[in-house]
């Protein structure tokens, strides 16, 4: 624990020196999260951390999450320098929608309009209409159907079929998932519920449909921490990564929180309900981006972020 005080100490030296801000997702470890908070940085959800990176003056943003979340920064902050502990953390929705298939799809179907949640990539962003975010992806729908044109909806087949289901909206889907959420079982839901029937169930609409259907609250990582905090149960099952757990406990410390089941039908998980590709975000990598700039800069092309930028403004004036 010397060690981990030290590099602490060091990147919050390093932020300093660099006019750096830690912008952190939900699903980073606890350890990462306290050190946004510690030093005058963020944790949020995707779209709130779009709009704090936007907004704060610091030159440099160093982006604790996923390669998307950085990409994201970028695109809305050309002008500053976006680091991340690490490049290689993807997200099994941008990697299940590579840009050429989604562009040919999306070409066949030319009458629709193109909607894609966050976790792409900025070609497949470029490519889009609308962009949207958990947060705001029923609401979105909802308006856009009402304007009676078909959609297409990408990449994440979960969160496409709760909304389809919610709105009743015309949708041409694609069928990528998380692996994370993919793995909450139903069944065994149902089994830890009868253990404890007096608790509430809090899902991220990238689980499967029949874990939703469980579910006292739907929502995104910010407004399952609200649901969190309003809902009346004190005992409360998670089906989201266990990072959470760390904003959650916060927002309500006398609440207990379980974790959702990711096995439990004879079946093993692959994830267990944390992202491998946010844990990749260590105090180690944190300090390397910040130390070294150079393999931890994420670069976008100019051209591309033009394109990009106009879905992602349509989506932060929307959610305004
Ligand atoms: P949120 O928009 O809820 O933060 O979700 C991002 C994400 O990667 C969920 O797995
Ligand atoms: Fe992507 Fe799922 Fe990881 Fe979120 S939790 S970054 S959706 S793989």
């Not at 030290?6 to 801000?21: G, P, Q, S």
């Not at 470890?29 to 610091?58: C, N, R, Y």
């Amino acid at each position: 624990e010397q060690q981990q005080a030290d590099y602490r100490a060091r990147i919050k030296a390093l932020l300093k020196a660099r006019d750096a801000v830690l912008i952190a997702h939900y699903y980073t470890d606890p350890e990462i999260q306290a050190l946004a908070e510690a030093t005058g940085g963020f944790v949020g959800d995707s779209l709130e951390m779009a709009k704090f990176g936007k907004q704060h003056p610091a030159k440099t943003l160093i982006v604790a999450g996923v390669r998307f979340m950085g990409e994201t920064a970028k695109i809305l902050s050309p002008e500053k320098r976006v680091l991340m502990p690490t490049l290689k953390a993807e997200c099994s929705l941008d990697l299940g929608c590579p840009a050429d298939e989604f562009a040919a799809f999306c070409d066949a179907h030319p009458e629709h309009t193109v909607v894609v949640y966050a976790n792409t990539s900025v070609a497949v962003k470029a490519r889009a209409d609308w962009i949207v975010t958990s947060s705001i992806a029923v609401e979105l729908i909802e308006y856009l159907d009402g304007l009676g044109k078909p959609i297409i909806w990408a990449p994440d087949r979960h969160l496409g079929a709760y909304i389809a289901n919610k709105t009743g909206a015309d949708m041409l889907r694609w069928q990528a998932a998380c692996i994370v959420h993919d793995e909450f079982k139903a069944k065994a839901l149902k089994q830890l519920k009868a253990q404890y029937p007096d608790a509430a169930v809090l899902v991220h609409p990238e689980s499967p449909a029949a874990v939703i259907e469980m579910a006292d609250a739907v929502g995104s990582t910010s407004q399952l921490i609200k649901a969190a905090q309003s809902l009346p149960q004190q005992r409360l099952i998670v089906a989201t990564d266990r990072g959470i757990f760390y904003k959650m406990q916060q927002a309500c410390p006398d609440k207990v929180m379980v974790e959702a089941p990711t096995g439990g039908d004879g079946a093993t998980c692959r994830s267990c309900a944390h992202c491998p590709w946010m844990a990749m975000n260590g105090l180690v990598a944190i300090t390397s981006a910040l130390e070294e700039g150079e393999g931890h800069e994420i670069l976008v092309e100019e051209a591309l972020r033009q394109k990009a930028l106009i879905p992602l403004n349509r989506m932060l004036e929307f959610a305004a």
